[in-house]
């Protein structure tokens, strides 16, 4: 699904990330890639969004978040911080 229509307090995983050249590099040294989970943490007026990635937040204008695309991804799965802080808790 494309990220503006990404639901808010859901985490996600980006799939792809087709923006201009000129913006790409700049994304990427944000965190927005492929691959990197995120929280959609509040839907901006005009469209824009506000992400959680890695505890930094980053906003994404509507015409950018309309070429992102992300999955859901299910709860109890992929891993990540909360999955690391329980192994170490449960060791």
Known sequence: M???????QTRIELTSVALPERSILRMQELGVRPGAHAVVTQ????GGL????AGSRVAVDH????LIDAD????GSGGGVEASATA????
Do not use: E, Q, Y
């Open 43 to 46: 839907h901006a007026g005009f």
């Open 2 to 8: 494309r990220l503006c229509d990404c639901p808010i």
């Open 72 to 75: 859901v991804i299910a709860a």
């Open 63 to 66: 015409r950018s978040a309309r």
């Open 88 to 91: 170490v808790a449960g060791r």
């Open 50 to 53: 506000v992400l959680n990635i």
